[in-house]
């Protein structure tokens, strides 16, 4: 009974556990670069160039995205920031993933390139103060 209890609990964890499909993939990698991004930024040891480099805001619906991954992996500066090099890598992995193993899974459903460059972000939600 013990046996056939645990037997039907892995195969229901297994079930839950689907592979990554593209979508999810390129979500969670355009995800990933935003965030070490916006940590380059902020990070301490800025250099001068980092603070130069291309506004760098995904959103994978806008198919502007495309054109914008482009000019990050082509901005000729910071070559020899290593944090720079390895988030231009993974802009270049994504950018990969989207026109070749995922093109014909992406929907696309706008192509408003100004809501790359000033994304209207949502509202966050106020905290609470407990006094």
């Not at 495309?66 to 720079?84: Q, S, T």
């Amino acid at each position: 009974m013990l046996l056939s209890l645990i037997a039907l609990l892995s195969a229901a964890l297994l079930a839950n556990t689907a592979p990554p499909t593209c979508y999810s993939r390129v979500l969670s990698l355009s995800k990933e670069i935003t965030e070490s991004f916006k940590e380059l930024q902020t990070s301490k040891a800025v250099d001068s160039c980092v603070e130069m480099l291309p506004r760098l805001y995904l959103d994978i619906h806008n198919y502007c995205v495309l054109a914008k991954l482009r000019d990050f992996v082509a901005y000729p500066r910071c070559e020899r920031v290593l944090e720079v090099s390895e988030l231009k890598e993974k802009a270049r992995s994504l950018y990969t993933i989207m026109i070749s193993y995922c093109r014909r899974d992406l929907v696309f459903l706008t192509d408003d390139c100004s809501t790359l460059e000033n994304p209207i972000l949502p509202p966050t939600e106020p905290s609470i103060i407990e006094s």
